[in-house]
């Protein structure tokens, strides 16, 4: 079901696509459904618990990581690919009172735990038998993760510490990754350029820069293609 944000100081409600679970089509919300309906949203849906309610029989083998942040991304993961159906509930139960300094709110060294859980979660398609399935959305979840919040880190220090975690986790899974034909020849080229942006950089900044370099190519490629296109339209005219 969906979920308000309240910011506690001001006692307003504040906007979020997330927690309105906007992304997923109004097909899908109302109704009886399954984990393959929506499967493009799974690693970006969601997680919190406050916005599930679980039958206890159904949870009670499934346990959250413990000692580690964003276990509730692994909990959820094992319980949608083990559930029959599912039902998404177009509506508000429940406020989420966001304060200052809170677990959700700040930016601490556990940053780093995001890539443990991102690997935990492919772990868990593999053991569950859906990563075939499901690593056109497993693969951009882990690695475009990682550029999405080395932006969000304001300490230069704490963004090289955890390039450093980047640079250590896609190395060591290069050989692993590049046996997999889909990832070497079908995966999404930005997702594929972060991975390697982060095996052969030396730094967070240059770690960046590369990314950002690539994005602005791409943006360059398709104006071309759009001026190409207007010029024929312009020549029939």
Do not use: W
Not at 109 to 115: A, G, L, Q, R
Request: net charge positive; with cysteine.
């Amino acid at each position: 079901f969906k979920v308000r944000k309240l910011n506690d100081a001001t006692g307003k409600i504040e906007p979020s696509e997330y927690y309105d679970i906007a992304s997923i089509d109004k097909k899908y919300k109302n109704k009886i459904i399954t984990y393959q309906d929506i499967k493009k949203h799974i690693f970006f849906m969601v997680v919190s618990p406050y916005a599930k309610i679980y039958k206890r029989e159904f949870i009670k083998d499934i346990k959250f990581p413990e000692q580690i942040l964003f276990e509730d991304n692994e909990f959820f993961l094992e319980t949608i690919l083990k559930s029959k159906n599912l039902y998404i509930l177009d509506e508000y139960l429940y406020h989420h009172r966001i304060r200052p300094n809170s677990i959700t709110t700040s930016k601490s060294s556990d940053y780093k735990d995001t890539i443990a859980i991102s690997n935990m979660m492919i772990k868990t398609t593999k053991e569950l038998g859906k990563f075939e399935e499901l690593k056109n959305y497993a693969y951009p979840r882990k690695i475009g993760n990682t550029y999405i919040i080395i932006n969000q880190l304001a300490d230069h220090d704490n963004r090289e510490d955890f390039f450093k975690e980047i640079k250590s986790d896609f190395t060591k899974h290069q050989a692993e990754y590049e046996a997999d034909d889909f990832f070497m020849n079908e995966l999404n080229n930005k997702i594929r350029h972060i991975f390697y942006s982060g095996i052969n950089c030396e730094t967070s900044d240059e770690f960046i820069l590369s990314i950002k370099l690539f994005e602005a190519e791409y943006k360059v490629k398709k104006l071309k293609k759009k001026n190409k296109k207007l010029k024929k339209e312009n020549k029939r005219i």
